[in-house]
């Protein structure tokens, strides 16, 4: 075998040994915190905290739910508000027991026996149990039944199911003892503690049995697995799992109980608990019983009520206020020392370790371990990095630390720059690099150490070095470039300038990609592509200062805003869609974040062998467990609590119905985040009203005004920290008009106007006619004058001037011819006399009755005897004619006919008179017609047609006169109906409206 191929082989089983030796071990798991590694928040009564909370509860909505020495109260982690008791509860009764059932309602027990449940916004009482003695606890078992534990020995249970109560005693098997812990577990059975021994009351069955004695006050729960536990005088222990007794194990010591136990496993396994005084935990891995204690910061040290919420926090109220213990997302690592002058140095090692440099030492934190100290001294600068044999190189002081494992060797260090080396990268060639920022740059390769740079006093020099995923060394300078470096250490390539030109904010490799952070957002260098994800579309990324990658794939950063997740994909169009916005789960002070990130030239963010994520900050060394956040990412549910208007308001309403006129609406609503409420955001929006979603911040309050009548629907909706919406919370609104603002009244204004308009146009017309009837009343007194000048003068004159020519006729013979003509003539001067007569008549009286008729009789004397037809035809039903407009319908008729019979040869004569909406008249012959030119341009020496148009004009109405279609002449007079008929009275009009066929 050729010593080249020897070569190969010794290589390859190199790369396996040393593959095998650092190979990440198998997942372990985080650590057990400690208690001091939780957060402890208080609400005390000076702010605004109930006093005696002794029940806690947590509703559907994630609202808490308190019973406290002066009521009910509800908090969503930020105002404490009180329910009333109703109008039928004591105002004085104190609440002393509290249960959220599985049908949403919340249950409490009061001093006096009583109980209530919460509905439609307010407590509405239950009917009374048969016994009446103060509530202690509530619980509900798998079949819907409320239990609940009386502080009375002789019959210690009341059971409310199917809407009774039913008293538990001796008859159901419990001896005539105090109870002193009752517990629900999830498979149905119920179990309480008396002073001397535990029972169980299996599902479905009506009869306890007796499973061992205790000893003192004992507790009594379940965790989410079934195991039951128990904690005594003895101390605390599992004593029932799937069914059956469990092997006793060795007790774990709990404080002595001063009253009774309350107990409570959390979802991780912790049991935890209260004994009047004292808060406890027992950790499913640990030994040791940790407690907490007013001294430790409790509001008080008596302890009344414990619960778990849906995120994961435990409640403890007190008789001063309320507490909240959070197992917070990020945890600050008390094991690490404070941090050097220039921040803590961390260094992820292929093996999965951690390696922390902080003021006192260097630390190692091995996969699923705690920290350890594995060298002791002030390391300075402490730049650090990976070596390619899998060791971790830590330059401290004046020296090179090189780890493998827990043990340091040292290596010579022959320069010894004014600041120390900040940090180190190792190439694709494994050469060392150094930095030593103004100092120079510095590399080791096989021949030794050299100066590569060393910066003129101003120039410009790397702050960071690290090496890109093709083994190449790159380097962030302080007027913000990343430049490629070439063998010299001089850059040969910018791939990135800062638009302001100041100090780079961190850089990191993850994967094939190189992050690089400043003000104007992040820089992703892959290859030869360069893409930036702006602030303005990143608003969270303020000054980030790290960047790793966790096990499922998800990119964690952190900058002044606190801590960001996004996952890979969302980020990815990020960098690549100009329009995507990226709303990340965000964890900040609120979840235990303890400084803003810090800007070094070492990595700000790693992540370790166990999927820990270590986080660099000011004051601290921070780490998160993803896979077992503190509180769930999802969508946040609004809640609406109240509604005011005006003197009215309504406590959770689903509708509304306000009263009529309403214009100002407030409404208060809320978001269930115990761990971080000043972390939620809002938006509402009302539809039926013009806008559309307003974002509100965290703001819990909407105010309307100007609202108008009609039907609204108002909704809200709250965002975490994950960014995304929750589910809507909704509220029907509707706003009854005033009789104002009624459609009847809008109708009746309507009607109103129309009648106003009518009746001025009644007025208008009733004016009109009288000033035609005064215009026709002189004119008749004008005829009347005439007639009477006519008749006593004109008719007189004539009649005596007849008498002397008659006297003149009686002195000629009676046969001669003279006398004959004579007699003649005064036969024709005496029809003359009578015509004259009846014209004086006329001027008298005017046309009296139908005007039809009196032009018939006008015509029929004058067509007798000249071969002329006369026709008469009535349309529609007779009405009376105003006599004026009829006169002068009757004096337009004759000189009509005076026309046919005079000029139109006609053989018939047709008139006919339609009396409807309209009164017109018409006069057609079949005559040789009239000249088209006559009718345009009447002649003025012939006043026939311009007489008759002015009579037409006088009476209101219009006169055409045209050929007809057949040959002939058509007279037609349209005289408008309000002119041309005589009004009835309102009453008259009003009867022939009901009744049509009346007389």
């Given amino acids: 075998m050729g010593q080249a191929r020897v070569r190969r082989v010794l290589a390859v089983l190199s790369a396996v040994l040393l593959a095998i030796a650092f190979a990440p071990a198998a997942a372990q798991p985080v650590p057990e915190r400690s208690l001091a590694q939780y957060r402890l928040t208080t609400w005390r009564t000076q702010d605004g905290a109930p006093p005696g909370i002794i029940g806690l509860a947590q509703s559907a909505d994630g609202l808490l739910w308190i019973a406290a020495s002066t009521g009910v109260y509800r908090f969503d982690g930020t105002q404490f508000d009180r329910i009333g008791p109703g109008a039928s509860l004591a105002v004085a009764d104190m609440p002393t027991a509290m249960l959220a059932a599985r049908d949403g309602t919340i249950w409490t027990g009061y001093q006096s026996g009583r109980f209530t449940i919460y509905r439609d916004g307010a407590l509405r009482p239950l009917p009374p149990p048969p016994v009446r003695k103060r509530t202690m606890y509530l619980e509900q078992t798998a079949d819907g039944a409320v239990w609940a534990a009386l502080a009375q020995p002789n019959m210690p249970l009341l059971r409310y199911a199917d809407g009774r109560w039913q008293s538990v005693g001796e008859n159901w098997g419990l001896p005539a003892q105090w109870l002193i812990s009752i517990h629900a577990a999830d498979e149905g059975s119920l179990w309480v503690t008396t002073l001397d021994a535990l029972y169980r009351l299996p599902p479905g069955q009506r009869r306890f049995e007796r499973v061992m004695a205790v000893h003192g006050h004992a507790g009594v729960t379940s965790d989410r697995a079934g195991t039951v536990w128990l904690a005594d005088d003895d101390g605390a222990r599992p004593v029932f799992r799937k069914g059956a007794p469990v092997s006793q194990d060795a007790p774990r010591r709990t404080p002595a109980a001063v009253r009774n136990i309350a107990l409570r496993v959390d979802r991780l396994g912790n049991l935890w608990g209260i004994n009047g005084e004292v808060l406890f935990r027992i950790a499913p891995r640990a030994a040791a019983v940790e407690t907490l204690t007013r001294q430790d910061g409790l509001t008080s040290s008596k302890l009344g009520a414990l619960l778990e919420d849906a995120e994961g926090n435990l409640w403890v109220g007190s008789s001063l206020g309320l507490n909240r213990i959070s197992r917070t997302a990020v945890v600050a690592e008390p094991e690490i020392g404070a941090p050097p002058p220039y921040g803590y140095q961390l260094l992820r090692m292929r093996d999965g370790a951690v390696f922390l440099a902080a003021q006192d030492g260097v630390y190692r934190v091995a996969p699923g371990m705690r920290p350890r100290m594995v060298w002791r001294g002030d390391p300075g600068s402490a730049g650090s990095c990976e070596d390619r044999d899998g060791s971790a190189l830590v330059f401290v002081q004046d020296r090179l630390l090189r780890f493998r494992g827990e043990r340091a060797s040292t290596e010579p260090w022959p320069y010894r720059p004014t600041l120390g080396v900040s940090n180190c990268a190792v190439d694709s060639k494994g050469?060392?690099?150094?930095?030593?920022?103004?100092?120079?740059?510095?590399?080791?390769?096989?021949?030794?150490?050299?100066?590569?740079?060393?910066?003129?006093?101003?120039?410009?020099?790397?702050?960071?070095?690290?090496?890109?995923?093709?083994?190449?060394?790159?380097?962030?300078?302080?007027?913000?470039?990343?430049?490629?470096?070439?063998?010299?250490?001089?850059?040969?390539?910018?791939?990135?300038?800062?638009?302001?030109?100041?100090?780079?904010?961190?850089?990191?490799?993850?994967?094939?990609?190189?992050?690089?952070?400043?003000?104007?957002?992040?820089?992703?260098?892959?290859?030869?592509?360069?893409?930036?994800?702006?602030?303005?579309?990143?608003?969270?990324?303020?000054?980030?200062?790290?960047?790793?990658?966790?096990?499922?794939?998800?990119?964690?950063?952190?900058?002044?805003?606190?801590?960001?997740?996004?996952?890979?994909?969302?980020?990815?169009?990020?960098?690549?869609?100009?329009?995507?916005?990226?709303?990340?789960?965000?964890?900040?002070?609120?979840?235990?974040?303890?400084?803003?990130?810090?800007?070094?030239?070492?990595?700000?963010?790693?992540?370790?062998?166990?999927?820990?994520?270590?986080?660099?900050?000011?004051?601290?060394?921070?780490?998160?467990?993803?896979?077992?956040?503190?509180?769930?990412?999802?969508?946040?549910?609004?809640?609406?609590?109240?509604?005011?208007?005006?003197?009215?308001?309504?406590?959770?309403?689903?509708?509304?119905?306000?009263?009529?006129?309403?214009?100002?609406?407030?409404?208060?609503?809320?978001?269930a985040l115990l761990s971080a409420p000043d972390q939620l955001r809002f938006r509402y929006r009302l539809n039926g009203a013009p806008g559309e979603w307003i974002e509100a911040g965290n703001a819990r309050e909407a105010m309307f005004g100007n609202l108008r009548p009609g039907s609204y629907r108002f909704e809200v909706q709250a965002a975490g920290r994950d960014g995304g919406w929750g589910q809507s919370a909704t509220l029907a609104i509707e706003v009854p008009p005033t009789f104002v603002q009624s459609n009847a009244f809008f109708w009746l204004c309507g009607i109103a106007c129309l009648c106003v308009v009518v009746l001025l146009y009644t007025l208008r017309m009733r004016q009109v006619t009288r000033a035609m009837r005064r215009q026709f009343h002189i004119r008749t007194l004008e005829r009347t004058r005439i007639a009477r000048d006519l008749h006593d003068t004109l008719l007189q004159s004539v009649q005596g001037l007849m008498l002397r020519f008659q006297t003149v006729a009686d002195q000629l013979p009676v046969d001669t011819a003279?006398?004959?003509?004579?007699?003649?003539?005064?036969?024709?001067?005496?029809?003359?006399?009578?015509?004259?007569?009846?014209?004086?008549?006329?001027?008298?009286?005017?046309?009296?009755?139908?005007?039809?008729?009196?032009?018939?009789?006008?015509?029929?004397?004058?067509?007798?005897?000249?071969?002329?037809?006369?026709?008469?035809?009535?349309?529609?039903?007779?009405?009376?004619?105003?006599?004026?407009?009829?006169?002068?319908?009757?004096?337009?008729?004759?000189?009509?006919?005076?026309?046919?019979?005079?000029?139109?040869?006609?053989?018939?004569?047709?008139?006919?008179?339609?009396?409807?909406?309209?009164?017109?008249?018409?006069?057609?012959?079949?005559?040789?017609?009239?000249?088209?030119?006559?009718?345009?341009?009447?002649?003025?020496?012939?006043?026939?047609?311009?007489?008759?148009?002015?009579?037409?004009?006088?009476?209101?109405?219009?006169?055409t006169v045209e050929r007809a279609a057949a040959g002939g002449t058509v007279v037609r007079v349209v005289v408008p109906g309000g002119r041309a008929y005589r009004r009835r009275s309102f009453w008259r009009r009003a009867w022939r409206a009901i009744a049509p066929d009346a007389q």
Avoid: C
């Avoid at 979840?591 to 803003?596: A, C, E, R, S």
């Avoid at 319908?889 to 000029?903: D, P």
């Fill in 818 to 959: 003279q006398r004959a003509a004579l007699e003649k003539t005064l036969v024709q001067a005496e029809q003359v006399v009578v015509e004259a007569r009846h014209r004086v008549l006329d001027l008298r009286t005017g046309s009296q009755g139908d005007p039809l008729a009196s032009l018939s009789g006008f015509a029929a004397p004058m067509l007798s005897g000249i071969g002329l037809r006369l026709d008469t035809e009535r349309v529609g039903r007779s009405r009376p004619i105003v006599p004026a407009v009829a006169d002068e319908l009757v004096r337009i008729g004759e000189e009509a006919i005076r026309n046919v019979i005079a000029h139109a040869r006609a053989r018939r004569i047709t008139l006919r008179l339609e009396q409807g909406a309209r009164l017109v008249l018409e006069i057609i012959d079949d005559g040789i017609g009239i000249a088209a030119a006559r009718i345009e341009t009447p002649d003025e020496d012939h006043f026939g047609l311009i007489g008759m148009r002015e009579r037409a004009a006088r009476i209101g109405g219009t006169l």
């Fill in 431 to 671: 050469r060392l690099w150094a930095n030593g920022g103004r100092a120079g740059l510095f590399r080791r390769d096989g021949s030794g150490w050299r100066v590569l740079d060393r910066p003129a006093p101003g120039a410009r020099y790397p702050l960071i070095v690290l090496t890109a995923a093709d083994g190449q060394v790159l380097a962030g300078t302080q007027d913000g470039r990343l430049e490629r470096l070439g063998e010299d250490g001089r850059p040969v390539a910018t791939l990135v300038a800062l638009d302001d030109g100041l100090d780079p904010d961190g850089a990191a490799r993850v994967g094939a990609a190189t992050y690089f952070t400043g003000r104007s957002g992040i820089y992703r260098v892959t290859g030869g592509t360069v893409e930036l994800l702006p602030q303005s579309r990143a608003p969270w990324a303020a000054r980030i200062t790290g960047i790793t990658q966790a096990r499922d794939g998800s990119m964690w950063m952190i900058g002044r805003m606190g801590i960001a997740r996004i996952d890979a994909a969302s980020l990815d169009r990020a960098f690549r869609g100009a329009g995507q916005v990226l709303r990340p789960m965000m964890l900040s002070f609120a979840q235990g974040l303890p400084d803003l990130g810090f800007s070094g030239s070492g990595p700000g963010a790693v992540t370790g062998g166990d999927g820990r994520l270590w986080f660099n900050t000011l004051s601290a060394v921070a780490w998160v467990d993803p896979a077992h956040l503190a509180v769930s990412p999802a969508p946040v549910r609004a809640a609406i609590l109240a509604a005011n208007w005006g003197t009215g308001a309504a406590r959770d309403p689903k509708q509304l119905t306000l009263p009529a006129g309403t214009r100002q609406l407030r409404i208060r609503y809320t978001g």
